[in-house]
């Protein structure tokens, strides 16, 4: 702009900026006045350096908008009705902010007002240096019609005639009500698509009474009250006009919905001001909350539904105006999920042409992660679209399809493994649309051409398009497990889509090549399968029986239990729904008949299924005379029918699981058989028709196996009785089967050199390995499962799995130990120690071996507030330690110098806020090598998970749907990242670290109290248990798989830590003594009582200011256990606490326990005795004599120990290049970090 001067008062443009200056003021004056009101109002900024008369130039700035309304008016996706009322209402909330501020427009129209991406209106281009009153169709040219188009949005009172300006003196500024006007126009506009409402003659003849502007609106408007706002803002005279909160008030509940002013002021208007990371962090986190605000607020549920669905609108143009701006790839899949969730509320129009662009784009995403949901948001979009115009009938052959086919050929399983999932559902949808396309009128009208000819060459094309793509997905690349499962999940739907032609042709065909005729090194594929060939049978016919009965016999003679399990479910369903024949369900009957006396309850359960299917398929004939006679040798007696309930009760007890597994181990039953009749207490040999009435009896006497066959000890107290004689002998062919099975899985394993770990996905899965607990007397610890299977399952599948006994470095219990190289043999694997358990046996005897010294290496004070929590790298000399300071610090003893001055190598600040400040960091976990990450739980409830080389936080997740409180404890349950929550709201949650989900949620009775510590069962994934302590005394065992409390005790005193010991599930409390339980008799077997040591006093560093549960953790009262550092490598196990000291304890020779820290110059040392009390050995610590005072004279060596309360404890595993012995690691109340030396099993000398 500029400036001139002299030559009258007209051009003094001076005078204008002037102007433009104080405009500008008074909008900043109001927005100051009013910080948390939202803001539709973009003014210029003037810039100067100099005095406004010295002035030649100035510089005015806005900010940059893509689109005005009128240029959003004409760009796809077209805005629809519901948008259209929003930007009204952001247009006359704009009106009603500039005239609060007492600053008018003076030429507002739809080219001065501009729309963000996130849909959020700016009026700007203010001209309060143009006229208020024209007398001369010239001025109207000169100054608001620059574009010569002669469209007028002015208001008719602003044309008067030369005698009137002279006469009146019209000087004043531009009014309110003027501006409504324009604001009018605009709308009308904004409803006409893009037609302007008035041309200058047109207005004057408005003005004049000669124009009726509302025919033209009626016609293009359908809902009247729209029309009736318009006009009432377009009124001639002044007077009659309403100011813009008027319009506001009058038309909230017809017009415009009363949740806009809520969206305005508290939703849609703060989130536009933040970044685009935390813009949807803040608004996922609301989405179900505002959708219920909408609904609370309607009379009806359908009016319920419209309002809801006008409200995603509007918030699906913000959420996809965020995902693109986005740069963390964790809120990309926010956006996503946020989208998911709108979809179905959306509607057509919304779905169509504003999620489902958006999705297909982030389907070329860097991030496998955000690829993977874009896909499940392409299907989630197209499953809620049920009409659409006919311009987009060719939505799937034109855009769909060839935006995923990339896709099909992506290097992470987890994309391809998402689309096989998602698959079917879009190909469904696809064939919808194509037969809905058939009823719209055609674009291009295909003259000559039949209908039906139209349809089925269209459809041909379309199935030929999906079928190229499951060929790249399932059968082209690496083959993957994962892949096949999912592209099993849904098959009946491929099956409807294809037809059952091509269902013979193609996907029969692929299902047998992906799953390799049932010899699938997963046996989760095989599982899978048998779940759907039911549905696929029902869809394809009889004919596909001859495919699926071999299958189901295969299935029957697996070596995974739960392939079993699910071939026996289909093998019922088939008989119920009458697709088996009289000589079909006699031949399956002798295959199932062993099962009856099978070790696993859910096999016999299944088996009992089968023959109860029968009772109505069979005639009465056929049963007694084919069945009956089969089943008679199983029975204690003679039953009229096949019920279930009457089969059940007359069942001999199952074969006990220690027999079932040495038999398969021996490869076939024959060999048990030979040991048996070689016992003194077996009968002489005869075929089991001779003598089954005489041992009837003794089978009735004999005590019924569990699900796990579980016995007395080892299982196998019955293999020489009379009894498991019999059953061995009934169920020998299904035996020797089973090992043929295992034989030949064995030996296409070797032939291909392929195991169970090359198929698992490093992407996509996570092992957990679980078995059925044993339920002996009170026994009731899960134990060794040699099952994989996915999180998902352990919160869904509950049916049995196969089990073996569990394996325990003891005496006591090597006759499982050799059971479980039975079950490598049958998993296909060598029956020699798996490289896990190699490395697990190489730490047992290293830990064994060293004990810590008294000999300090370093120690830091970085922290100023407690350590509440240390975590060590599984490979390198690198730890954590998190804080009440609220900082994390990450320690790499590679960097020690030579005077060994410890300084931490990177810090991490969690920002989550707490009362104004900065959260206190409670608990830690180490990731895996592999991902250089961590994770950390804050006093705010918020699970973090951060980079270690950077500390740059990579994803964050809300526990329990944000009501989990305070994280206490982490542990970390098995090497593919998955991390145990424990929180003060009583909630243990799993979380999947790579998926960024909770794998489950545990909820305590809140009687518990907080939960202090929890300990999971093994670090490999292999017992699926939890134990978690509370401030209240409470020890509770729970069972992952089944997702419930086993057992709960109380102790008489708050709980701090827990911490396992040994290899025999055993766990360590730590009170005010430590006490030492057995998680399998659930009883305390030993204690470790300290001296009588005095608490501290209340003095030391105190936490800053934290109450609740997060001072109990750093303040303690009384004489406490603090810290325990055990491992269930080694027998032995540190302790720190309220006496600052640091003892070591030996629990197979107790006499060798010591302090390793904590005594004071000249304070005697400690020995250790045991006794037993009530069957409880208890080991006391007491002084040895007076003790001598320390020399006054010469120099003194500082002490090393604590000066504070011990609050953590680890030990850093031996690392190549740094040290060949572990390192122990304290930290204290105060903030220090203490590392000790490790030296050989001798005991140090006391000093």
């Known amino acids: 702009m500029f400036l001139k001067t002299g030559g009258g008062d007209d051009l003094m443009l001076d005078n204008h900026a002037r102007k433009l200056g104080r405009c500008d003021q008074s909008l900043k004056e109001q927005r100051r006045r009013n910080p948390d009101k939202p803001s539709n109002v973009c003014f210029y900024t003037l810039y100067r350096n100099v005095p406004w008369s010295e002035m030649k130039a100035a510089f005015v700035v806005r900010t940059f908008f893509k689109h005005s309304l009128q240029e959003r008016i004409m760009t796809r996706p077209f805005l629809t009705t519901e948008t259209k009322l929003w930007l009204?209402?952001?247009?006359?909330?704009?009106?009603?902010?500039?005239?609060?501020?007492?600053?008018?427009?003076?030429?507002?129209?739809?080219?001065?007002?501009?729309?963000?991406?996130?849909?959020?209106?700016?009026?700007?281009?203010?001209?309060?240096?143009?006229?208020?009153?024209?007398?001369?169709?010239?001025?109207?040219?000169?100054?608001?019609?620059?574009?010569?188009?002669?469209?007028?949005?002015?208001?008719?009172?602003?044309?008067?005639?030369?005698?009137?300006?002279?006469?009146?003196?019209?000087?004043?500024?531009?009014?309110?009500?003027?501006?409504?006007?324009?604001?009018?126009?605009?709308?009308?506009?904004?409803?006409?698509?893009?037609?302007?409402?008035?041309?200058?003659?047109?207005?004057?003849?408005?003005?004049?009474?000669?124009?009726?502007?509302?025919?033209?609106?009626?016609?293009?408007?359908?809902?009247?009250?729209?029309?009736?706002?318009?006009?009432?803002?377009?009124?001639?005279?002044?007077?009659?006009?309403?100011?813009?909160?008027?319009?506001?008030?009058?038309?909230?509940?017809?017009?415009?919905?009363?949740?806009?002013?809520?969206?305005?002021?508290?939703?849609?208007?703060?989130?536009?001001?933040?970044?685009?990371?935390?813009?949807?962090?803040?608004?996922?986190?609301?989405?179900?909350?505002?959708?219920?605000?909408?609904?609370?607020?309607?009379?009806?549920?359908?009016?319920?539904?419209?309002?809801?669905?006008?409200?995603?609108?509007?918030?699906a143009t913000l959420i996809c105006g965020t995902i693109r701006h986005c740069l963390i790839p964790n809120n990309k899949v926010t956006c996503l999920q946020a989208m998911m969730t709108i979809s179905p509320y959306a509607g057509d129009d919304c779905n169509l042409h504003t999620l489902l662009p958006y999705a297909i784009t982030m389907a070329k995403d860097r991030s496998p992660l955000v690829r993977a949901t874009a896909v499940k948001t392409v299907a989630k979009a197209v499953q809620n679209i049920d009409s659409f115009p006919a311009g987009e009938a060719n939505l799937f052959d034109d855009y769909i399809i060839p935006a995923i086919t990339p896709l099909a050929t992506d290097k992470s399983v987890l994309v391809k493994a998402t689309l096989a999932e998602n698959l079917p559902e879009i190909a469904s949808r696809a064939r919808r649309f194509l037969e809905t396309r058939q009823l719209l009128p055609q674009a291009e009208p295909r003259t000559g051409m039949p209908f039906n000819e139209g349809y089925d060459s269209d459809l041909k094309r379309l199935q030929d398009l999906f079928e190229e793509l499951i060929r790249l997905m399932v059968l082209g690349g690496e083959v993957s497990p994962w892949i096949t499962r999912a592209f099993l999940s849904d098959i009946t739907k491929f099956c409807v889509f294809f037809g059952r032609q091509r269902t013979n042709n193609f996907i029969i065909p692929t299902l047998t090549i992906s799953v390799l005729f049932l010899n699938a090194p997963d046996f989760q594929v095989r599982r899978d399968l048998h779940k759907q060939l039911v549905g696929i049978a029902l869809y394809v016919g009889p004919t596909f029986l001859s495919y699926i009965l071999p299958c189901i016999k295969e299935g029957l003679m697996d070596i995974e239990e739960i392939v079993v399990h699910e071939a026996l479910n289909s093998l019922s369903k088939l008989s119920s729904l009458g697709m088996l024949d009289r000589k079909g369900l006699v031949d399956l009957s002798e295959v199932v008949v062993p099962l009856l006396l099978h070790p696993s309850n859910w096999i016999r359960s299944g088996a009992l299924e089968f023959f109860a299917s029968m009772d109505g398929q069979l005639s009465n004939v056929d049963v007694i005379c084919f069945i009956l006679p089969m089943i008679k040798p199983f029975l204690k007696y003679t039953i009229p029918d096949l019920k279930k309930d009457t089969l059940e009760a007359a069942l001999i007890p199952p074969i006990t699981r220690a027999a079932f597994d040495q038999a398969i181990k021996d490869g076939s039953a024959s060999s048990i058989m030979d040991t048996i009749a070689s016992s003194p207490r077996a009968p002489a040999a005869r075929s089991p028709s001779t003598y089954h009435s005489k041992v009837m009896s003794e089978i009735s006497d004999f005590p019924s196996a569990s699900a796990d066959g579980a016995g007395t000890e080892g299982g196998s107290s019955f293999v020489g009785t009379t009894a498991e004689h019999v059953k061995l002998q009934l169920v020998r062919k299904y035996i020797e089967a089973l090992v043929k099975t295992a034989s030949r899985y064995k030996e296409d394993a070797q032939r291909t050199g392929t195991t169970d770990d090359k198929f698992i996905s490093k992407d996509f899965k996570i092992v957990a390995r679980h078995q059925i607990s044993q339920v002996r007397d009170q026994q009731l610890l899960p134990t060794l499962q040699?099952?994989?299977?996915?999180?998902?399952?352990?919160?869904?599948?509950?049916?049995?799995?196969?089990?073996?006994?569990?394996?325990?470095?003891?005496?006591?219990?090597?006759?499982?130990?050799?059971?479980?190289?039975?079950?490598?043999?049958?998993?296909?694997?060598?029956?020699?120690?798996?490289?896990?358990?190699?490395?697990?046996?190489?730490?047992?005897?290293?830990?064994?071996?060293?004990?810590?010294?008294?000999?300090?290496?370093?120690?830091?004070?970085?922290?100023?507030?407690?350590?509440?929590?240390?975590?060590?790298?599984?490979?390198?000399?690198?730890?954590?330690?998190?804080?009440i300071d609220t900082y994390v610090r990450l320690w790499d003893l590679r960097s020690l110098d030579q005077d060994y001055a410890l300084v931490s190598h990177t810090g991490y600040c969690d920002t989550t806020t707490q009362h104004g400040k900065a959260s206190p960091v409670l608990s830690l976990a180490m990731l895996t090598s592999g991902k250089n990450a961590a994770a950390c739980g804050t006093a705010a409830g918020s699970f973090t998970i951060f980079c270690l080389e950077t500390g740059v936080v990579l994803h964050g997740l809300s526990l329990a749907d944000g009501k989990a409180g305070a994280i206490g404890s982490l542990q970390r349950m098995n090497k593919n990242d998955v991390v145990a929550a424990g929180t003060h709201c009583g909630y243990i949650c799993g979380v999947d670290c790579r998926m960024q989900?909770?794998?489950?949620?545990?909820?305590?009775?809140?009687?518990?109290?907080?939960?202090?510590?929890?300990?999971?069962?093994?670090?490999?994934?292999?017992?699926?248990?939890?134990?978690?302590?509370?401030?209240?005394?409470?020890?509770?065992?729970?069972?992952?798989?089944?997702?419930?409390?086993?057992?709960?005790?109380?102790?008489?005193?708050?709980?701090?830590?827990?911490?396992?010991?040994?290899?025999?599930?055993?766990?360590?409390?730590?009170?005010?003594?430590?006490?030492?339980?057995?998680?399998?008799?659930?009883?305390?077997?030993?204690?470790?009582?300290?001296?009588?040591?005095?608490?501290?006093?209340?003095?030391?560093?105190?936490?800053?200011?934290y109450s609740g549960v997060v001072d109990a953790v750093s303040a303690p009262k009384g004489h406490s256990i603090r810290a325990i550092c055990g491992s269930r490598d080694a027998t032995w196990f540190t302790t720190g606490g309220s006496d600052r000291k640091i003892r070591y304890w030996d629990s197979e020779n107790v006499s060798k326990s010591y302090v390793v820290s904590g005594l004071d110059p000249g304070q005697p040392s400690f020995k250790y005795s045991m006794s037993t009390v009530n069957e409880v050995c208890v080991v006391k610590e007491e002084s040895q004599g007076e003790g001598t005072q320390p020399s006054q004279h010469g120099l003194r060596t500082p002490p090393h120990q604590h000066k504070d309360c011990v609050t953590a404890l680890n030990m850093l595993r031996p690392s190549q290049g740094f040290c060949s012995l572990p390192v122990l690691i304290s930290a204290s109340r105060d903030g220090c970090v203490k590392l000790w030396q490790s030296a050989s099993s001798k005991p140090p000398e006391k000093s």
Not at 268 to 294: C, F, H, M, Q, W
Not at 868 to 883: Q, Y
Not at 1058 to 1071: A, F, Q, Y
Request: aromatic share 8%; with cysteine; net charge negative.
């Open 88 to 315: 009204s209402y952001q247009l006359i909330r704009a009106v009603d902010e500039m005239h609060a501020a007492h600053v008018p427009h003076g030429d507002l129209k739809v080219a001065n007002v501009m729309v963000t991406s996130l849909g959020w209106l700016y009026v700007t281009d203010m001209a309060p240096f143009k006229p208020s009153h024209l007398s001369n169709p010239a001025d109207f040219s000169y100054f608001f019609d620059t574009a010569e188009n002669r469209h007028c949005t002015l208001a008719p009172e602003r044309f008067v005639t030369e005698e009137h300006i002279l006469t009146e003196k019209l000087t004043e500024p531009v009014t309110e009500r003027m501006d409504v006007f324009g604001a009018g126009c605009a709308i009308a506009q904004l409803f006409l698509g893009g037609e302007v409402l008035f041309k200058l003659d047109q207005l004057l003849a408005y003005k004049n009474g000669k124009y009726d502007a509302s025919e033209r609106l009626k016609e293009k408007i359908d809902d009247p009250e729209i029309v009736n706002m318009i006009m009432l803002m377009l009124e001639s005279d002044p007077a009659a006009r309403p100011t813009a909160l008027q319009v506001i008030d009058k038309f909230t509940g017809t017009v415009f919905p009363k949740y806009y002013n809520e969206f305005h002021s508290n939703v849609i208007g703060p989130l536009v001001t933040l970044s685009p990371d935390k813009r949807i962090a803040s608004l996922n986190s609301r989405l179900p909350e505002i959708i219920e605000y909408v609904k609370s607020g309607c009379a009806s549920e359908e009016e319920a539904m419209e309002a809801v669905r006008g409200a995603v609108i509007i918030l």
């Open 786 to 883: 040699e099952v994989e299977f996915t999180m998902e399952e352990m919160d869904t599948n509950k049916a049995g799995c196969p089990r073996l006994n569990k394996v325990k470095p003891t005496p006591r219990q090597r006759k499982r130990m050799e059971l479980k190289s039975v079950a490598l043999e049958r998993r296909g694997q060598s029956s020699m120690a798996s490289p896990v358990r190699q490395r697990e046996t190489q730490g047992y005897s290293i830990l064994r071996q060293v004990r810590p010294t008294q000999n300090l290496i370093c120690q830091a004070e970085e922290h100023t507030a407690t350590v509440t929590d240390i975590a060590v790298h599984d490979t390198g000399p690198i730890f954590l330690t998190s804080s």
């Open 997 to 1105: 989900s909770e794998a489950f949620c545990l909820k305590a009775a809140r009687e518990h109290g907080p939960i202090t510590s929890i300990v999971v069962g093994d670090e490999h994934g292999r017992e699926s248990w939890v134990v978690s302590s509370t401030m209240n005394g409470y020890v509770t065992l729970w069972d992952l798989r089944f997702g419930m409390a086993i057992r709960t005790w109380q102790l008489n005193e708050p709980i701090h830590k827990l911490s396992l010991n040994g290899p025999d599930p055993v766990v360590l409390i730590g009170t005010s003594e430590v006490q030492r339980w057995s998680l399998e008799s659930l009883r305390q077997v030993a204690s470790y009582k300290t001296s009588n040591s005095e608490p501290l006093p209340g003095g030391g560093a105190q936490p800053h200011g």
